[in-house]
């Protein structure tokens, strides 16, 4: 089992840049591939990100391509998302998900464990 932490959402201007943390505890990190989504108001939740165990392969989804970085540091036993170019779109709960699995997974489904995650809001 995993529990997750996520730290470094806030308020931020359009163009703007945030990197969001999400510390994991227990030794098993690099077990878990990893992903970072997101939630808006009245909408589903949506991945923007996605790591596999070793960080070798990485998935994002069009929305985000060029702008979002994922990244992990097993020892230090985190995850990061890099956002950079911010838009009032971006604006969201940012969660971040274990699967426990080798290549990242772009299915929501697929994640067993979950933070309770960090507000981000971009003003235009």
């Known amino acids: 089992q995993v529990q997750l932490v996520e730290s470094g959402g806030g308020l931020v201007q359009a163009g703007g840049s945030l990197r969001l943390s999400c510390a994991a505890s227990?030794?098993?990190?690099?077990?878990?591939?990893m992903g970072w989504f997101r939630q808006a108001p009245e909408k589903e939740r949506e991945i923007v990100a996605a790591?596999?165990?070793?960080?070798?392969?990485?998935y994002y989804p069009d929305s985000v391509k060029g702008r979002f970085t994922i990244s992990r540091d097993n020892a230090r036993l985190t995850v990061y998302l890099q956002m950079n170019s911010l838009k009032p779109e971006d604006t969201a709960v940012y969660y971040c998900?274990?699967?426990?699995?080798?290549?990242?997974?772009?299915?929501?489904?697929?994640?067993?464990?979950w933070g309770r995650g960090t507000q981000v809001t971009v003003s235009s």
């Open positions: 790591i596999s165990r070793s960080g070798g392969t990485i």
């Open positions: 227990g030794r098993t990190f690099s077990r878990y591939a």
């Open positions: 998900a274990a699967d426990l699995a080798v290549l990242p997974s772009s299915d929501i489904t697929a994640y067993e464990y």
